[in-house]
């Protein structure tokens, strides 16, 4: 399998946290990357009319907006906090031309996975109309079950596809991240499934290190890990995938390298183990 | 749902890692359980011959031995040294009386999970010969997988169930450790499955901390965090298991506390959790 064109590279902003958007984007630029996923921690510190301006001038295509979700709670009001702020970030989704944002969808310590499911496939449907109307996707993406107790009570690929199915509006979607599902040997067939209801939205990369040195930002540059990234690649492009490949690298070792070198580091993973 | 009678309370000696066998015993014993499952590094410690006078004179039932396991390689003599590492892990379990050893199957960073499966079930099989003459159970442990790079390639209780299914063995069987599998929404027609093979060998508790500090060594007494561990008991007896109820706890914390003080506090925790 050849190695893809840097046309359908894109790179998250997060992976080179410390740098602003306007830096951010000239080395990413620099390096040939044809795409931008924006965190909104990058777009609140930048505001959002410079963010605008940045974007429009960088010649990057905004693939998405990084993150919405965080919807169970244990009350209503919380529980409606939440989806004002999803609402927040469909806006200024529309406002930086990306049309998609990717959930995190949630979880709360203690409340039954089934329930936290239940209330995210709620707050999803009510967010439809106004994604909708501001021309943007929802994708969910499913986190590995490492993060159930928190971050996500959708952990595979296959509870990802159900409520695609279930809400059945094109606004929605999923988002395949190797990193949280590599492990799953439903993967490959889950995939298909989520081809067959046109919902890949967006496809992340990035590898599982050995031994993991942190739960939340120890992820490794593709290659550098035990995941076969270029496997599962074309398993999303077998099931009709052919948009940007997204790098989305927390790393808390990286983050503390000269970003310019990791980029130019990232930008030879890609081309040799995407 | 009523608590458990501490008559069906068992305790695995890493809980209390800080204690010699010796030690452990009469703590254990002092609280009023019942069981005790030993680990290796503890019957390396006191040797074989000690320990087997220890556990004999511990009026403690011995419920398994953990582990063996760590099946597969990238060649053929490490494989066979595995092997024989299990052969002398039934032996061991069969001197201290120990009816079942509990399997962490393994993994190689880098193998294909599946062939690393194909590996552990060949590995298994090989085993059932010297299990059966040892008089031993071997159970098939699923891991979180989040373990899934160095620890084990079977992550779900369906992937342990589809091997038990197909070895066909009375010697092996499964075992459900509620801080692996307790994120799977199959989970609870899996257990019913492995009852139905007549194949749930044991059964641990502990809980999951918010947050999780440290990937190995962090695990919460039962009621410290997210996992619903009566109810998960609750599907392991509708399915038919009666044993004993192990409490499986490695925590860096702990660890560093009084293991007298620290067992009382488990044993409070067994009462009102499990």
């Given at each position: 399998?050849?190695?893809?064109?840097?046309?359908?590279?894109?790179?998250?902003?997060?992976?080179?946290?410390?740098?602003?958007?306007?830096?951010?984007?000239?080395?990413?630029r620099?390096?040939?990357?044809?795409?931008?996923?924006?965190?909104?921690?990058?777009?609140?510190?930048?505001?959002?009319?410079?963010s605008?301006?940045?974007?429009?001038?960088?010649?990057l295509?905004?693939?998405?907006?990084?993150?919405?979700?965080?919807?169970?709670?244990?009350?209503?009001?919380?529980?409606?906090?939440?989806?004002?702020?999803?609402?927040?970030?469909?806006d200024?989704?529309?406002?930086?031309?990306?049309?998609?944002?990717?959930?995190?969808?949630?979880?709360?310590?203690?409340?039954?996975?089934?329930e936290?499911?239940?209330?995210?496939?709620a707050?999803i449907?009510?967010?439809?109309?106004?994604?909708?109307?501001?021309?943007?996707?929802?994708?969910?993406?499913?986190?590995h079950?490492?993060y159930?107790?928190?971050?996500?009570?959708?952990?595979?690929?296959?509870?990802?596809?159900?409520?695609?199915?279930?809400?059945?509006?094109?606004?929605?979607?999923?988002?395949?991240?190797?990193?949280?599902?590599?492990?799953?040997?439903?993967?490959?067939?889950?995939i298909?499934?989520?081809?067959?209801?046109?919902?890949?939205?967006?496809?992340?990369?990035c590898?599982?290190?050995?031994?993991?040195r942190?739960?939340?930002?120890?992820?490794?540059?593709?290659?550098?890990g035990?995941?076969p990234?270029?496997?599962?690649?074309?398993?999303?492009?077998?099931?009709?995938?052919?948009?940007?490949?997204?790098?989305?690298?927390?790393?808390?070792?990286?983050?503390?390298?000269?970003?310019?070198?990791?980029v130019?580091?990232?930008?030879?993973?890609?081309?040799?183990?995407?």
């Amino acid at each position: 399998m050849s190695s893809v064109p840097l046309s359908r590279c894109c790179i998250h902003t997060i992976t080179t946290r410390p740098l602003s958007l306007a830096a951010a984007v000239e080395i990413y630029r620099d390096a040939g990357f044809a795409g931008i996923t924006v965190w909104r921690d990058a777009l609140a510190t930048a505001g959002i009319k410079e963010s605008v301006r940045i974007l429009a001038l960088s010649g990057l295509k905004v693939v998405s907006l990084c993150r919405g979700g965080f919807f169970p709670a244990t009350d209503e009001v919380d529980r409606r906090h939440a989806l004002d702020d999803n609402r927040r970030a469909i806006d200024e989704a529309a406002a930086i031309g990306a049309p998609l944002v990717v959930l995190v969808c949630g979880a709360v310590p203690g409340m039954p996975l089934r329930e936290a499911r239940k209330q995210i496939e709620a707050s999803i449907a009510a967010l439809i109309p106004h994604a909708r109307q501001a021309g943007v996707k929802l994708a969910i993406e499913p986190l590995h079950p490492m993060y159930a107790d928190t971050r996500s009570a959708v952990v595979t690929v296959s509870q990802a596809n159900d409520m695609v199915e279930r809400l059945a509006s094109p606004q929605v979607g999923v988002t395949i991240d190797v990193y949280h599902t590599w492990w799953d040997d439903r993967l490959e067939s889950e995939i298909a499934r989520s081809g067959r209801l046109g919902a890949i939205f967006s496809f992340h990369v990035c590898d599982w290190r050995t031994p993991l040195r942190d739960i939340l930002n120890d992820r490794g540059l593709m290659g550098e890990g035990c995941i076969p990234v270029r496997q599962i690649r074309s398993w999303v492009e077998r099931a009709g995938f052919d948009g940007m490949i997204e790098m989305e690298i927390f790393s808390n070792q990286y983050w503390q390298e000269n970003q310019r070198e990791f980029v130019s580091r990232i930008r030879s993973a890609f081309i040799e183990h995407v």
